[in-house]
């Protein structure tokens, strides 16, 4: 998984307070058990900075992370609207494996396939959840050599 710079990440709780709202995203965080204390947390940008200091930028293995990462999935599950999509970027997503060798390093060769796979997969997220919601998910999910092609493209391009 590539590391999120702390822009990326307060994009990200930017994305999942416009989803929940800022009251009920803290609420579910804090259920999960992110964080004891509910105090301060009136913003977006109130959230992502502690959820980014008590994560160390999703690195941690810590609860944190863990209600992150739920809240994120739980987000996108439910833009995505079903099994029939999950499975289609199932498939999507193994087109992005198949230009990766095992030490997750773009396949010398493939990097036009590796990008057809990207923007379809982009395509098809971004359907569901907008441009800006798909171009986080996929940095979400993506090892090192792959975020830097995401980074490439602007969250606003489809």
Not at 14 to 43: C, M, N, P, W
Not at 61 to 67: E, F, G, L, R
Not at 84 to 104: I, P, Q, S, Y
Request: with cysteine; aromatic share 6%; net charge negative.
């Amino acid at each position: 998984m590539a590391s999120l710079t702390s822009a990326e990440f307060t994009e990200c709780v930017a994305a999942l307070t416009e989803h929940y709202g800022v009251e009920r995203l803290r609420d579910k965080l804090a259920a999960i058990g992110a964080f004891q204390s509910r105090k301060g947390l009136t913003s977006a940008s109130a959230l992502a900075e502690r959820l980014y200091r008590l994560s160390g930028g999703l690195r941690l293995p810590v609860a944190a992370t863990y209600a992150f990462s739920h809240v994120w999935a739980e987000m996108l599950s439910s833009k995505l609207g079903g099994e029939e999509t999950e499975k289609a970027l199932e498939g999507l997503a193994e087109r992005v494996n198949a230009c990766l060798d095992e030490k997750e390093q773009v396949v010398v060769g493939k990097e036009a396939d590796l990008d057809t796979a990207l923007g379809a997969y982009r395509e098809a997220v971004a359907k569901a959840t907008g441009p800006r919601v798909a171009h986080y998910d996929m940095l979400l999910k993506s090892v090192p050599a792959v975020a830097e092609r995401v980074r490439a493209t602007s969250p606003s391009e489809g």
